[in-house]
């Protein structure tokens, strides 16, 4: 029971402190991307700590039921052996990290089907409206407006109006969108939603929507910067962003984050550097949460045993 109380508490300190160790990733020096994978890895290390330590309240043998066994049979016949409430104390203690699973199953699978229902109506809607070239349908509206769409059919939305912009502005703002579809972005956003939805009272899971919305556009932008360079998607930003237009299911902007974004973009060199080891910065940054809870842990455990 040790082990699974010392799971809880990581994924307690993650759910609590993981704002604060996280907000320096918001930087114009550090890629984007890696931000997003330590968000990620947050709300991932606190589910997965949680599942852990319920397992291990409930088979502390893996999978060795015997306890439990015997405790339901004590309750059947009346009678409950000496042996078995600490079996009982252990049951009662996972009820907590069952309870938050079961919470945010629930609110998943809601939010599951009313985005699929979404996207399917958005999907009929774009075939009798539209006019398709590749993956961008294109929309006869003046404004220039472009939103990407997630799932299995991601598809890019825009109107003629992004070609008024130029064709060296437009090709970067086709790059944004297909950025989010190939990073799914849409997925991330919708993981944060869920996770603020089902455990709003932890600091993580209040933060994680709006910061996934920023490290995602971010990225996004990076991809564009990297591949037209990054004035030019700052300008097409700046165009883009004057439109005010937010579409329901879709990454749209806000001015809280067009402005980080405007920042970001002029921190930037006139070419964007490409990421070495892009893979592996990533991975490193995902784990990261769930480095420092440990390594917090081990530190409190060896200052104890030491005094």
Known sequence: MTVALVLMASAALIGVAGPACLRPTVRPTLLPAAALAAWLGALMAFLGLTALSAMLLLFPHILD?????????????GTIPHSSFGTLVQLAISLLPLTILARVAFVAVRGLRAARRHRARHFWMLRAATCRSGQVHWIDDPRPIAYSLGGARGAVVATHGIRSLGEKQCAAVIEHELAHIRGRHHVAVLCADIAAAALPILPLMRRAPGMVRLMVELAADDAAARAHGPRTVHAALLAMSKSGMA??????????????????????????????????LMLGFALLPTALASAVLVALFRAYCTF
């Open 247 to 280: 579409v329901r299911g879709a990454l749209s902007m806000s001015s809280e984050s067009v402005a980080v974004r405007l920042i970001w973009l002029r921190a930037q060199g006139p070419t964007c550097r490409a990421s070495i080891g892009r893979c592996r």
């Open 65 to 77: 039921t015997r306890g439990v066994t015997t405790l339901v049979g004590g309750c059947l016949s």
